[in-house]
């Protein structure tokens, strides 16, 4: 059956949200086909990272929307115990691995995903791609300047990218609607949402219907990585898949938020031990 949002939708239910199952798969104009993977009942498409480029800048091609979310293994756990969280995740467009922590979990589960889809990988990638077609992005998030530096910073090595417009994430409720009219009014084809998790998510899914943008993602801190406030961990860290440990040994006052890692990997022990979570 072919559902009405480009996506082919096999006979099984799904318990996780109506985007979220194995019977769900994805194409676009480009003939690529991506199959939803649920893990801890998150269902993550499993896809590379040019797979979702392409995807994102086919949505905005034609002008359908969709919303990008990128769960790591903390976000995962969150998903766990959230259910509004969890049903926001699910019913997104696209939900990339982002993190080493997700693809062992779904390696333990017996159904590897084909590699991790970092965030500010992913927006980079957009960006660049965005550049070529002359597509506007609004930049949505961090502290005042944060945005406007990242714009700065991306145009000089992206000269074609336009920037369309910029907000800094800190505002009142009552000033969202007028955030909304700025986003919309700006013509952005993308949007970046850097809110920070859960925050970013519920401004994407409370507003899916006010915001007339194609693609909108939720990115977390890649704001900061773009203004140059914040550094990523060193390749030989990412190949590894060691950038937790690398924030880590900067920040060691993050070491509480490290160990939900080995937590979400022992809930996938759990879960395979106890017969969870089987390919339908």
Request: charged content about 25%.
């Amino acid at each position: 059956m072919d559902g009405s949002d480009g996506k082919i939708v096999m006979l099984q239910v799904c318990p996780f949200g109506k985007r979220a199952c194995f019977g769900i798969t994805r194409h676009h104009k480009k003939g690529l086909f991506f199959i939803r993977t649920d893990i801890l009942s998150v269902g993550f498409d499993n896809i590379t990272l040019s797979e979702a480029v392409n995807t994102a800048m086919d949505h905005i091609e034609r002008g359908q929307r969709c919303r990008v979310v990128t769960p790591n293994a903390e976000i995962g756990l969150d998903c766990l115990k959230n259910e509004d969280l969890r049903r926001v995740v699910n019913d997104s467009q696209l939900v990339l691995p982002d993190g080493i922590g997700v693809i062992y979990a779904s390696k333990i589960l017996g159904r590897p995903l084909k590699g991790k889809v970092a965030g500010v990988e992913f927006a980079e990638k957009l960006v660049e791609a965005m550049s070529r077609a002359g597509k506007g992005l609004f930049l949505f998030g961090g502290k005042p300047g944060v945005a406007e530096a990242a714009a700065e910073k991306l145009t000089a090595k992206y000269p074609g990218l336009v920037i369309a417009g910029t907000n800094d994430g800190y505002y009142k409720p009552e000033e969202e609607p007028g955030i909304i009219k700025k986003i919309n009014d700006s013509g952005a084809s993308a949007l970046f949402v850097c809110l920070g998790c859960p925050k970013q998510e519920f401004f994407m899914d409370r507003n899916d219907g006010a915001l007339n943008v194609p693609v909108m993602a939720g990115l977390g801190g890649s704001l900061d990585v773009f203004s140059g406030n914040s550094q990523r961990a060193p390749k030989i860290f990412v190949d590894l898949g060691l950038e937790w440990l690398h924030r880590l040994l900067k920040e060691p006052k993050r070491i509480k938020r490290m160990a939900r890692l080995p937590l979400y990997l022992l809930y996938a022990f759990k879960s395979k031990i106890k017969g969870e979570n089987k390919n339908a």
